[in-house]
């Protein structure tokens, strides 16, 4: 069965530092991963998406995720955080082989403080 | 374009009641899902439909029905309210269907219910 998981609930940073919010996933075939970001009581937004190709894809906000194989990660990375980055970040993927459903992880608080 | 739209924005249930929350997008999107948000658990799958006329269960479908009569409307109904099922509901679509589709899912603003 597919899964994905998100190790750390809450991650905080300094504005101007790196960011990262760490991602690994499990699934039987090639993998179709995502990240949303939940800003507080609304939806979630789509941030960015691997499908294939490239390892690194760039998405919304100036963020960016790495994707590995051989270690089941997609983590997403900002260069330099805002305060305005202060949200719930989610980690989902979808199995090809496994329908059309969509996991997502159980997500990840990032603090940036000023 | 409205996207992506959930009515109520809230509701308070009674055990045993029943109710019925709405969602409608208008993108013409195939796929539709139903999901709840819990502290700690992420989203969680309930219902999910790859088109009209065809709903499946998802991960968490005790206590709920789904039909999806339009492309449009993917309403959600709690039978017989739980305070289990005190949650925040979110409403998704998307393009394509299927398990083969790599788009992205467009959410509603969710519906915050309590039952008690």
């Known amino acids: 069965a597919q899964s994905v998981a998100q190790p750390e609930d809450q991650v905080n940073v300094a504005e101007g530092n790196p960011l990262t919010v760490k991602c690994t996933y499990s699934v039987s075939g090639n993998p179709y991963l995502f990240w949303y970001v939940q800003y507080p009581n609304r939806g979630l937004q789509f941030l960015l998406k691997?499908?294939?190709?490239?390892?690194l894809v760039k998405g919304s906000y100036g963020f960016e995720a790495e994707f590995n194989k051989s270690q089941t990660s997609f983590h997403l990375k900002k260069p330099s955080a805002l305060v305005s980055d202060s949200a719930l970040y989610f980690c989902a993927v979808r199995d090809p082989n496994q329908g059309g459903k969509l996991i997502f992880g159980q997500g990840t608080e990032l603090s940036v403080k000023p | 374009n409205a996207g992506v739209t959930q009515t109520p924005k809230f509701q308070v249930l009674k055990t045993g009641q029943s109710m019925t929350l709405q969602c409608a997008q208008d993108?013409?999107?195939?796929?539709m899902s139903w999901y709840r948000q819990d502290p700690g658990m992420g989203l969680r799958l309930i219902h999910y439909s790859v088109g009209a006329g065809i709903t499946d269960q998802g991960e968490v479908p005790n206590g709920y029905n789904v039909s999806r009569s339009t492309t449009e409307d993917f309403p959600l109904r709690l039978l017989s309210a739980a305070p289990s099922q005190t949650s925040v509901y979110f409403c998704?679509?998307?393009?394509?269907?299927?398990?083969?589709?790599?788009?992205?899912?467009?959410f509603g603003p969710g519906t915050r219910l309590t039952v008690l």
């Open positions: 993108m013409n999107h195939e796929y």
């Open positions: 691997y499908i294939t190709g490239d390892n």
């Open positions: 998704a679509s998307s393009v394509g269907a299927g398990g083969f589709s790599y788009n992205e899912q467009f």
